[in-house]
């Protein structure tokens, strides 16, 4: 079955520390999308990607990178110059316009 | 800026009422507007409305866009406990080059 994989989907990190969340999809989309979500703030865009080799920043892209080097993998680190980063984190992709977004299951990060 | 606003933010109800969810736009360039259920992990499509889609039904939901009040309800007739969720709305019309703004979402309970 097509679809988007999100590993881990528990991740805890030190003070100090960046850690790398996976997102690999294999449903031949262009485009990836990375967002972040806290509690009664909905969903904010980090980074995303329309095409291989190529990502622009999104609302809160401070203290995080991506890498976009195949179609199937946007893996997003987050470094320790991200101040808050506990949350839980989406990864989406999309067909093509007016098709929407296909989520992943998420990562839940938490800073202990 | 844009902005897309949910309400309400949370909502309680029992099995067999039916719920209006209300969500409000303020964007440059309307192009759709979506409608996703998260009930733990990914949020999962329902609708997407265009300005040549403005209703659409799917069982006990519809939803209903209304571009002259910009904004769109989604409906759930004869609610069940399963229908307890999240729900989220998503704007694509920003001035930006990416796509979708995200409101707070709703959280609806139903209890039996």
């Known amino acids: 079955d097509g679809g988007i994989t999100q590993s881990p989907k528990y991740l805890f990190r030190k003070e100090g520390q960046n850690v790398t969340l996976s997102c690999e999809q294999n449903l031949n989309h262009d485009a990836m999308y990375w967002y972040r979500q806290d509690p009664g703030q909905g969903l904010r865009l980090i980074y995303y990607?329309?095409?291989?080799?190529?990502?622009q920043k999104g609302d809160i892209a401070e203290g995080y990178s991506v890498s976009r080097e195949k179609k199937e993998s946007f893996p997003l680190t987050v470094t320790s110059a991200q101040k808050n980063p506990t949350a839980f984190y989406l990864c989406?992709?999309?067909?093509?316009?007016?098709?929407?977004?296909?989520f992943g299951s998420g990562t839940r990060l938490t800073v202990v | 800026e844009d902005k897309v606003v949910q309400s309400p933010l949370s909502l309680v109800v029992h099995e067999g009422d039916t719920v209006t969810l209300n969500c409000s736009y303020e964007v440059t360039n309307f192009r759709s507007l979506l409608w996703y259920k998260q009930e733990k992990k990914a949020p999962t499509f329902l609708f997407m409305l265009?300005?040549?889609?403005i209703e659409k039904k799917s069982g006990r939901l519809s939803s209903i866009l209304d571009k002259k009040e910009l904004s769109s309800i989604l409906n759930i007739t004869a609610t069940q406990t399963g229908d307890s969720a999240i729900y989220l709305c998503a704007v694509d019309g920003g001035s930006g080059t990416y796509k979708y703004i995200f409101g707070t979402g709703t959280r609806l309970k139903v209890l039996a």
């Open positions: 989406a992709t999309e067909k093509g316009p007016f098709y929407g977004y296909t």
């Open positions: 265009t300005s040549s889609g």
């Open positions: 990607s329309q095409i291989v080799n190529d990502f």
